[in-house]
């Protein structure tokens, strides 16, 4: 195992906020997951952290309600931010959510990196588009999984990562992946530990 996957697999809950005042001290290097709801957000944070219940998953769309920071060492962290889609939460929430989130990803000085989760069978929607004009924005990297990629074959794989490349702006980058036959894991590790520095 690499001293980056054993660093990751050492990852443990840090904190849940849901305002601004209980966000963890601004230090350090931080890499936000962010995807729709059941894009598999959570399930790839699990997989390239090597453990099976680090963030809480479910077939129940938007389950992450909170910023979760789970601490790889100290001032390193994860951020796994609410699944965008949220179906079955009120308008007023929802707002909250948006507020919460555009403050955190405008003005987190330790965000370093933003990993933008999409089922590969749809990839660069609406709200995946808003992710990378944050990045960009900030002239953060952004890396884009492609997740589900078991559910098609190579030759689709291969098509939709090309298109997605291409539409992809400067600092932004993209892989296939696949939490259940571990496809592209330790690109995903590979790229994390690197914006942590770990």
């Known amino acids: 195992m ?54 809480r998953t479910s077939k129940t769309p938007g389950r992450t309600q909170q910023l979760v920071f789970f601490e790889v060492m100290k001032g390193k962290c994860l951020v796994d931010l609410p699944g965008y889609g949220y179906a079955k939460v009120s308008k007023d929430l929802r707002a909250h959510w948006q507020d919460f989130i555009n403050d955190y990803l405008r003005s987190r000085i330790a965000l370093s990196g933003l990993v933008i989760v999409m089922d590969i069978r749809h990839p660069l929607r609406e709200f995946d588009l808003d992710m990378l004009r944050y990045a960009v924005d900030r002239g953060l990297p952004a890396h884009c999984l492609l997740t589900k990629c078991d559910k098609i074959g190579r030759g689709p794989q291969a098509q939709t990562l090309l298109a997605v490349r291409k539409a992809l702006p400067d600092l932004a980058t993209a892989q296939v992946f696949s939490s259940e036959t571990k496809q592209g894991v330790d690109e995903a590790r590979a790229v994390v530990a690197g914006w942590l520095e770990v």
């Open 2 to 55: 690499s001293k980056s996957s054993n660093a990751l697999a050492r990852t443990a809950f840090l904190a849940a906020a849901h305002t601004l005042g209980q966000l963890p001290a601004d230090g350090g290097r931080e890499v936000a997951f962010a995807g729709r709801s059941n894009a598999g957000k959570s399930s790839a944070l699990n997989t390239i952290c090597n453990q099976n219940a680090l963030a």
